[in-house]
């Protein structure tokens, strides 16, 4: 696997995202440009603020051709904020966010409450249990006939797959544990290389 | 929901208010702006620009500065009114060693306290004990020493003091330089030396230790102090800041909607220096500013703490 991973880094947890890729062995490339973009084989969107993110997203040219590359299959991982922007739908967000409806989930913003309600739980994966970190996390209220729910918090779906685009509501940037990014790169990125 | 979620989960191992958890939202606003505002109008113009967050109080620093007088937490309805108006995280300052004030705050919901020389300190020789509570805390610092003191009583953001209230950036580049530089000679230190460092900086040996391992600060490090332009967030960011504050120099400045966004993308773009010609041009006027040799030492912010 010798794919470069772009990380966004308009704003937010990017620093955390792109060592936990490097770690894996990878070049990472931070991405806040259009042409920094047309360097990677797939793109990690990091948890921040998604409606500083939409903005900056308009305002770099970023918006449609990340559009155009998830259009083309590029694969895409959407932590926290990265999962609101990837949603099909957006409950509780800014009447002018933007989003690039690439996944059918209804997510409502800031949903499991403010930063005195942010928890770290254990999340149930095909791998295995993973240490989820859950910041002012959205809620995936509503799951499309095509997403796949590929790990949950008790009963809640909290990591969800539709072709190349993978969302979490946590921050496994912050678990210092790859596997996730692991998952992504080798069943997502492999799987259509070879 | 959430209060069942977190019976349910209680048995396995979930729990609110860990150092990860609090730290965690800090990286949440690294490449970000989290601007001054002092009602919701305000918050509203500072959300529509790009801010990552909102920092609620009654008077910018330039303003406390003028006015003199004891300065305090603000009023609980105009940090409710705040909170109320936007969506992305409100953090507020409490004085220096005023648990009782912090304490009040956290019952407010806010999502970040800063324990901050710009108000007038209530204890002159303890900060606050931040570990005592869920909602996270960041503290400002002048140099190594002070940011990894911070650290030690629970901190989980270190900002540069800088000059609040100043539009001058001077000392906020003293500050990063001070921190940065010793970072970068900790980890070229041996063993024998890191003792001596810890010693130097009153700080404790652990967290030096921790540094020279990492290579870098426990928790990130954010500009504040001082910002009036898109060139002086920039130049914070270059320095090593991770995101910047900006106080009274975004609505001191003649037209402050415009300068909030040029100041966002600049911090976004802080190497790009094709965007930062872009976005610096026709702002007005910014913050008139003050020379650091027109305060006398009283008046000095930066030199509260301890």
């Known amino acids: 696997m010798n794919a470069t991973v772009g990380v966004l880094a308009l704003q937010g947890a990017f620093a955390a995202h792109a060592e936990c890729v490097a770690s894996l062995g990878l070049s990472v490339v931070e991405v806040r440009t259009p042409e920094q973009l047309k360097t990677v084989d797939a793109l990690v969107m990091p948890g921040g603020e998604s409606s500083t993110m939409s903005q900056l997203l308009l305002s770099s040219g970023l918006f449609d051709a990340i559009a155009q590359r998830i259009d083309a299959d590029m694969p895409v991982f959407g932590t926290c904020a990265g999962m609101i922007l990837l949603a099909s739908e957006v409950l509780d967000g800014r009447s002018d966010q933007r989003s690039f409806a690439a996944i059918d989930i209804s997510v409502r913003r800031n949903a499991f409450g403010r930063q005195i309600d942010s928890f770290e739980a254990s999340i149930e994966m095909p791998f295995g249990d993973f240490h989820g970190v859950f910041i002012r996390a959205p809620r995936i209220e509503r799951v499309g006939a095509a997403v796949e729910v590929i790990g949950r918090l008790g009963d809640e779906p909290v990591l969800v797959r539709q072709g190349n685009v993978l969302a979490a509501s946590f921050h496994p940037e912050l678990s210092g544990d790859a596997r996730l990014h692991e998952y992504f790169l080798t069943t997502m990125t492999t799987a259509r290389k070879v | ?306």
Do not use: Y
């Open chain 2, 1 to 306: 929901m959430v209060d069942s979620l977190l019976g349910m989960t209680s048995t396995n191992g979930s729990s609110v208010g860990t150092q990860r958890v609090k730290r965690g939202l800090a990286e949440m606003l690294k490449g970000g702006v989290i601007m001054d505002v002092v009602n919701a109008e305000q918050a509203k113009i500072a959300e529509d620009a790009g801010a990552c967050a909102v920092m609620a109080l009654e008077r910018v620093p330039a303003d406390i500065r003028r006015d003199g007088g004891v300065a305090r937490m603000s009023d609980p309805q105009m940090i409710e009114d705040i909170k109320a108006a936007v969506t992305i995280p409100v953090m507020a300052k409490v004085r220096i060693g005023h648990f009782v004030e912090a304490q009040i705050l956290e019952s407010l919901g806010v999502d970040f306290i800063d324990e901050s020389e710009v108000l007038t300190p209530a204890d002159e020789t303890h900060h606050i004990d931040k570990f005592a509570f869920t909602v996270p805390f960041v503290c400002g610092a002048t140099n190594l020493g002070e940011a990894l003191r911070r650290v030690s009583e629970g901190a989980c953001m270190i900002r540069s003091k800088g000059e609040a209230g100043t539009g001058n950036i001077v000392e906020a580049v003293r500050h990063l330089r001070n921190i940065f530089g010793d970072i970068r000679k900790i980890t070229q230190a041996d063993n024998a030396e890191l003792f001596q460092w810890a010693k130097t900086l009153q700080a404790p040996l652990g967290l030096v230790q921790e540094i020279a391992e990492t290579g870098k600060f426990p928790v990130p490090i954010f500009c504040a102090g001082g910002i009036a332009t898109p060139a002086d967030a920039a130049l914070a960011m270059q320095l090593g800041g991770e995101a910047v504050f900006v106080g009274s120099g975004i609505f001191k400045s003649d037209d402050p909607a415009p300068r909030a966004k040029a100041i966002v993308e600049a911090t976004t773009h802080f190497r790009d220096a094709n965007v930062l010609a872009r976005v610096s041009r026709g702002l007005g006027a910014p913050m008139t500013g003050i020379a650091m040799d027109e305060i006398n030492g009283t008046q000095r912010f930066a030199e509260r703490g301890w």
